[in-house]
T-cell receptor, first 115, second 114 residues
Framework: GAVVSQHPSWVICKSGTSVKIECRSL??????MFWYRQFPKQSLMLMAT?????????EQGVEKDKFLINHASLTLSTLTVTSAHPEDSSFYIC???????????FGDGTRLSIL | GENVEQHPSTLSVQEGDSAVIKCTYS??????FPWYKQELGKRPQLIID?????GEKKDQRIAVTLNKTAKHFSLHITETQPEDSAVYFC?????????????FGRGTSLIVHP
């Protein structure tokens, strides 16, 4: 089946640090990738959608200068949390989708803790 | 935009009982409805999905029904087992390819007591 790899799985860093999270589709070409944020016991909040080679489309309320998304190839998207602060601490999950009627598949998520 | 409501937020059943989770959606153009299971600290995993041209789909103990007129769809789990305990999310979306943007429900925490 389709596999999406997300790294790192856990990050602890100091306030002010920038953190990069990678999302890779291992056995299919991901024409669209999604980045979500999930708070404990809550649903998946879509942050942005990106299509390969295009600029990401951000959801309302998500700062694009804060959360930089790069979808450079059909198998890789990155999310960089710039100058992270404690309120950015959360569980970030990516998902990838192939073309046509293919379903989206999720990565394992990254637990980000900012001290 | 699309709005997806999911109920109940928590569902507690005894092993062997059936469990039903219901979702409603607002956008009549939505045509794809996946269900995901998320165990604690893990990724959501697609367990079943249905498209708008089908009213019901079954996969062993799991079934999904769709009522397009009423704009609601449901997940049915029969003969529940403790390993079914997890959070289940429904989603609704329209379009394919680059226009596919799913909206998720708030999730249902299913607890199956042995």
């Amino acid at each position: 089946g389709a596999v999406v790899s997300q790294h790192p799985s856990w990050v602890i860093c100091k306030s002010g640090t920038s953190v990069k999270i990678e999302c890779r589709s291992l056995d299919f070409q991901a024409t669209t990738m999604f980045w979500y944020r999930q708070f404990p016991k809550q649903s998946l909040m879509l942050m942005a959608t990106s299509n390969e080679g295009s600029k990401a489309t951000y959801e309302q309320g998500v700062e694009k200068d804060k959360f930089l998304i790069n979808h450079a190839s059909l198998t890789l998207s990155t999310l960089t949390v710039t100058s992270a602060h404690p309120e950015d601490s959360s569980f970030y999950i990516c998902s990838a989708k192939g073309g046509g009627n293919q379903p989206q598949h999720f990565g394992d998520g990254t637990r980000l803790s900012i001290l | 935009g699309e709005n997806v409501e999911q109920h109940p937020s928590t569902l507690s059943v005894q092993e062997g009982d059936s469990a039903v989770i219901k979702c409603t959606y607002s956008d009549s153009a939505s045509n794809y409805f996946p269900w995901y299971k998320q165990e604690l600290g893990k990724r959501p995993q697609l367990i079943i999905d249905i498209r708008s041209n089908v009213g019901e789909k079954k996969d062993q103990r799991i079934a999904v029904t769709l009522n397009k007129t009423a704009k609601h769809f449901s997940l049915h789990i029969t003969e529940t087992q403790p390993e079914d305990s997890a959070v289940y999310f429904c989603a609704a979306s329209r379009g394919t390819g680059g226009s596919y943007i799913p909206t998720f429900g708030r999730g249902t925490s299913l607890i199956v007591h042995p």
